[in-house]
């Protein structure tokens, strides 16, 4: 019957399915748009040392979305990768993050403040990339000794020339070099040598697991020295509670950044800066329930 065939050829019609097809098309052709309109924010989340002051923080990108709220980039960083709009995207956080160091650079208490951003594969396979960063620190006035720029692991492995040359560039300039996420890339030893890099950030799932299996601890310490036989500085991701905290300094880690210390927030949430002197009370900033 007419019906029924009717009902049949819309057997494989899922509403849900169309719904999340549209909104991510929608996702997509909104980010185009999300610079012009301004929709950008950067997030910063403290670095501290073993006494718990700041160090330094993490810029960590947000798209304040019209209808859809705040969005992590999660959501829209892979996209903005496969577009080609990271670039832009890119350029757009550099610029934020080296004002905002210039905005602190006038209060001795934030003065001493590094800023940390993260760098997408292709933002950094492009041939412009060292006159990008270079252009945005001449432009804005920011110390570039205070910039540190986060990599993955996987980024640095093709074309090691063209890496180290870009490397080598801006370290020349002042500018560090973190390696973001470190133990869950492809990580060769040999190529740790060759890269000029200053920090290695373990990685939170790690910090994560240590307490719960021998496994994870044992990356952990091995992360940690690794770095130091290396001259490297190493930062432990994703410190949620005291007790991954002070495992963490057993092991002579002392640099941390999680929950436990704080979660990124917009600039004017940034308490520990620069009226309540640059410290940040670990537990005081969150209810202990949430730290658990
Ligand atoms: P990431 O660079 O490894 O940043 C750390 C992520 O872990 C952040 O998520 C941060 O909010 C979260 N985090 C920090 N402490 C804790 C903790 O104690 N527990 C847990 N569960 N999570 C914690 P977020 O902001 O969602 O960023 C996710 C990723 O998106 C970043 O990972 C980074 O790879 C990328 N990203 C963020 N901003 C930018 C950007 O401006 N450019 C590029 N290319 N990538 C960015
Ligand atoms: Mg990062
Ligand atoms: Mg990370
Ligand atoms: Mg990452």
Partial sequence: EAKAAGRATFRFFDPHMQVALDASATLEADLRFALQRDELRLYYQPVVDGSGRVTGVEALLRWQHPQRGLIAPGEFIPQAEKSGLIVELGDWVLAAACRQLVGWSATADSAHLTMAVNVSARQFRQPAFVDQVLAVLERTGADPRLLKLELTESMLLTDMDDVIAKMTTLKAHGVGFALDDFGTGYSSLSYLKLLPIDQLKIDRSFVHDMLHTRHASSIVRAIITLAYSMDLAVVAEGVETREQ???????????????????????DELAVLPDGGAYCTPCELLPAAMLD
């Fill in 245 to 267: 905290w002070s495992a963490l300094e057993a092991f002579g880690c002392n640099a941390f950044q999680g929950y436990l210390f704080g979660r990124a927030v917009p600039l």
